[in-house]
C-alpha cells in the first residue's frame, strides 16, 4: 500500500509507513517545518525504515531546493548530500544536455541485482552528489564512505554548471567527468537498521521523473532502476545486516 503525503509529513501518516520518498520540492516557501523535519527524523530513529531523498540542480539559481532536502538528510544522520550545482551532458542525453541520461552502474557484486538490466536512466535537469564524513567532504567517485554505495553514474562528458551563489563543494564549476548520480546508504540511523536513497533528480513525479521509460525516442530504463531499488531496499530495512557486507 502507499499514501501520497498531501498535507505534509507528520506522526500520523507515517505511523504505518515502512519507506517514504521525497521528491525536490519547488518553490522557496514550500519547503519542510521544523514539525516536518522533526517528525521525518524521529520515525527514522525507529529503525527498519527505508528513505529516499531525491534532489534537483540548481538551475535559475534555486538552490533553496537542495538545501531544502538537505535539512532531511542532515536530521537522519545521512552521509551523502546534493552539491548545489547543475549537471549537463552534450552527448549522454535526451535531445538537450540539461535532460542527462546517466549512463554508468555499480560494478560492486553486493548490489549487482539493483543495477541488472540497467543502462540508461533520464535525470532531468540533475545535479550530482558528495559524501560527508564528520566534517570531510568526500568526491565519491573516487573515495568510498563505509556503507555508502554508489549505484549510478553520469557519463564522463557530464559536466558541472554553477548556477547560484553557492559554490560546489566537492567539484568545481566546469569540471567533467563520471560523477555520482544516485547512492544508497545501508546500516543508517540510531540502531544502523535504515536505508537511505540520495538520487540527483526526482524518482517520481517532477517535470520528467527516473522512472520515464522513454523521452524524445530514447529508450530508458529507468522504470527497472527505481524498482530494484525499492526492492532491495525495503527488503534490506526490514532484514538489516549488522555488519558491512
Known amino acids: 500500500d502507499y499514501v501520497f503525503a498531501w498535507g505534509g509529513l507528520n506522526d500520523t501518516i507515517l505511523a504505518r509507513a515502512r519507506g517514504l520518498v521525497i521528491g525536490a520540492i519547488y518553490g522557496s516557501t514550500s519547503g519542510f517545518t521544523a514539525a516536518e523535519i522533526t517528525a521525518v527524523d524521529d520515525w527514522f530513529a525507529e529503525g527498519n525504515k527505508f528513505l529516499w531523498v531525491g534532489s534537483d540542480s540548481d538551475f535559475g539559481g534555486a538552490s533553496y531546493i537542495n538545501a531544502n532536502m538537505s535539512l532531511i538528510l542532515d ?4 552521509h551523502v548530500y546534493p552539491e548545489q550545482i547543475s549537471i549537463s551532458d552534450a552527448y549522454s542525453n535526451c535531445n538537450a544536455s540539461y535532460r542527462v541520461v546517466a549512463n554508468g552502474t555499480s560494478t560492486d557484486p553486493y548490489v549487482a541485482s539493483i543495477v541488472d538490466g540497467v543502462d540508461a536512466v533520464l535525470m532531468h535537469g540533475p545535479t550530482s552528489l558528495y559524501g560527508m564524513q564528520g566534517t570531510d567532504v568526500i568526491t565519491l567517485e573516487n573515495t568510498t564512505i563505509e556503507n555508502v554505495y554508489p549505484l549510478l553514474y553520469y557519463g564522463g562528458s557530464a559536466t558541472i ?60 530504463t529507468g522504470m527497472t532502476f527505481v524498482t530494484q ?3 532491495f531496499g525495503m527488503d534490506y530495512a526490514m532484514n538489516p545486516t549488522p555488519v558491512t557486507p
Request: charged fraction near 15%; hydrophobic fraction near 35%; proline fraction near 7%.
Open 75 to 78: 536530521a537522519v544522520g545521512s
Open 161 to 220: 554548471g554553477d548556477s547560484d551563489l553557492v559554490p560546489p563543494v566537492a567539484n568545481n564549476d566546469g569540471d567533467m567527468g563520471q560523477f555520482v548520480a544516485v547512492t544508497m546508504e545501508i546500516n543508517a540511523g540510531d540502531d544502523a537498521s535504515g536505508v537511505i536513497v540520495v538520487s540527483g533528480a526526482s524518482p517520481y513525479g517532477d517535470y520528467q521523473p527516473m522512472t520515464t521509460n522513454e523521452y524524445y525516442t530514447v529508450p530508458l
Open 229 to 231: 531499488v525499492f526492492d
